[in-house]
Every structure is written in C-alpha cells, then in structure tokens.
C-alpha cells in the first residue's frame, strides 16, 4: 500500500481546506485511516480516523465539530474536510494506514499505523 496526500496550502484563519489521500495497492486488510499533524518541534499528533467501511469515525478533541473524515465509495481515498481553521491547526499532516480492527483505544495511537503518506503542509495565518 502506497498513500499519497495532498492538498495542503496557505490560508487564512476561519477557511476551509479539504486533504486528500489516495491509496494504491491492496488495501484487503487495511481496516483503519487516519490522518495525523505534525507541528515544528512538538510530536506528531493524531487528528482524527475511520474504518475502512466508513462506519466509525473519531476525532481529537480540538478538531471535533470542525474537521470531518470521510472516503469515497471505495474508500481508496479519504479525505479530511477541514473548516474554521485556526493558526494552531498550523502543521504538516500524514495520512495513514493500519492493519489493525477498529478500537477507539488504539486508533489514535501512531505505532498502529504500519503506512504513511509523505504529509502536506497546511498554514493557518492569522
């Protein structure tokens, strides 16, 4: 599996940007997506994730009823829709895949995730 995320740029605070992660490969016993941030000198970060039949989703705290995860029909592609942006959602954000089942104790663990996206830059200027 190869995950290629995109869509990333500068904008102003309160925008919209809409990421995307295009998977290619066998995504037969990939069972979770997530989308993880990565700001200068903090650690990366989850963001939120979905299973891969598009029933669960989760979100971390400060993004909850701002950001949405969602895939298209295949979920080959996912997406995070991500409204009223703020200057600290400032950061360089990865797509990832896992192998493991859906449990909200574990999604929002990094180390789950055994594929990854090459991150795109997402500037929020106040």
């Known amino acids: 599996v190869q995950l290629q995320a995109c869509g990333g740029g500068l904008v102003q605070a309160g925008d919209s940007l809409r990421l995307s992660c295009a998977a290619s490969g066998s995504l037969s016993s990939t069972y979770v997506m997530g989308w993880f941030r990565q700001a200068p000198g903090k650690e990366r970060e989850f963001v939120a994730a979905?299973?891969?039949?598009?029933?669960?989703?989760y979100y971390e705290d400060t993004v909850k009823g701002r950001f949405i995860i969602l895939g298209d029909k295949s979920m080959n592609t996912v997406y995070l829709q991500m409204n009223s942006l703020k200057p600290e959602d400032t950061a360089v954000y990865f797509c990832?895949?896992?192998?493991?089942?859906?449990?909200?104790?574990?999604?929002?663990?990094?180390?789950?995730?055994?594929?990854w996206g090459q991150g795109t830059q997402v500037t929020v200027s106040s």
């Open positions: 979905i299973s891969r039949v598009g029933v669960s989703t």
């Open positions: 990832a895949a896992s192998l493991e089942f859906w449990d909200i104790a574990r999604v929002t663990k990094a180390y789950t995730y055994t594929k």
